[in-house]
């Protein structure tokens, strides 16, 4: 094991998602994934025992033959030689990105609630759609100063939001962040996605969210958040949201599934091509414009009733 007492781990909870033992953390010093010695013990375990020659000396040559190779390999397939391209990046290797979806799938179906293993999957499965998204804002001037400016939708502007008009869309904003408790600050900064604009990409999607549920009037109980999911699939094309609607649907009432599919994902289907394009806009210069006036000028086909509450 690295030597260095300088560690980052991946915080995505992975012990939660995978065998027990897998408590991979992220080596600052050696820009690799380390594996505890549990793991390494128990990969060689079924070939260092030996029921007909239990002698110390052959069990241990055994083991020193054996452990040096093991270790190397296990580090091997979980070591990425690139080095981090920003403040909170963690490179992955193949082997490592695959376990990691798979872990935080598998967690974020046990738990939608678990934002920070949607947040990993959608940023281990995402890249395609991340790089249209970035030719989207390229192709617009907005999209290209925000792309070059990297604004964040934080607490300072959620503060300037909570002064404005009633009726104004950031006063609706801030309200539905007050009223449930929400902090702007809160959202996971992007780990996984290899590119640095592109993890910004990632990350303003991220932030956005809250306002579609705003602008698109959708709640945040389950059939509003699978309806916003549903309508983020069709407008961003983002793997993470198709499989949080086909997962997260196991978890409904028969009420609810039928709903989910007869009423909300052929609303999303539809809202997401009548819209203009949603991703290249700078919200913040909007917050103090009429909601009314702007789901009209940005053709919002608001969501069926039935998700306004939590």
């Not at 793991?39 to 033959?65: V, Y």
């Amino acid at each position: 094991m690295c030597q260095c007492t300088s560690f980052r781990p991946c915080n995505v909870h992975l012990p939660s998602c995978l065998p027990e033992g897998w408590n991979v953390s992220w080596c600052l010093s050696t820009r690799s994934f380390e594996v505890p010695c549990t793991l390494e013990t128990d990969l060689l375990s079924p070939m260092s025992g030996d029921s007909h020659h239990n002698s110390p000396s052959r069990s241990g040559m055994r083991s020193s033959a054996l452990r040096s190779p093991t270790r190397a390999l296990v580090r091997t397939l979980f070591t990425s030689e690139q080095a981090p391209l920003y403040a909170t990046h963690v490179p992955l290797s193949p082997v490592a990105r695959a376990l990691l979806s798979a872990g935080a799938a598998v967690g974020a179906l046990a738990s939608p609630a678990r934002a920070d293993l949607v947040a990993t999957l959608g940023e281990t499965t995402g890249r395609a759609a991340f790089e249209r998204m970035r030719e989207r804002m390229k192709s617009s001037e907005t999209g290209r100063k925000l792309l070059r400016e990297r604004p964040l939708l934080n607490s300072s502007v959620l503060e300037h939001c909570g002064s404005l008009p009633e009726g104004t869309f950031g006063r609706s904003y801030a309200s539905f962040m007050k009223r449930r408790g929400f902090d702007a600050d809160a959202r996971p900064p992007v780990r996984f996605v290899d590119d640095e604009e592109l993890a910004y990409v990632a990350f303003r999607v991220r932030q956005v969210h809250d306002l579609w549920h705003v602008l698109f009037g959708c709640g945040t109980n389950a059939l509003g958040e699978l309806a916003l999911k549903a309508f983020e699939f069709s407008h961003t094309g983002l793997p993470m949201a198709f499989l949080s609607v086909a997962g997260a649907q196991v978890r409904l009432s028969r009420y609810q599934r039928r709903r989910l599919f007869t009423e909300y994902v052929p609303w999303a289907l539809l809202a997401g091509r009548r819209a203009v394009d949603l991703v290249p806009i700078a919200y913040e210069d909007h917050m103090h414009r009429d909601l009314a006036s702007l789901r009209q000028q940005w053709r919002i086909t608001p969501a069926p009733p039935g998700t306004e509450h939590r």
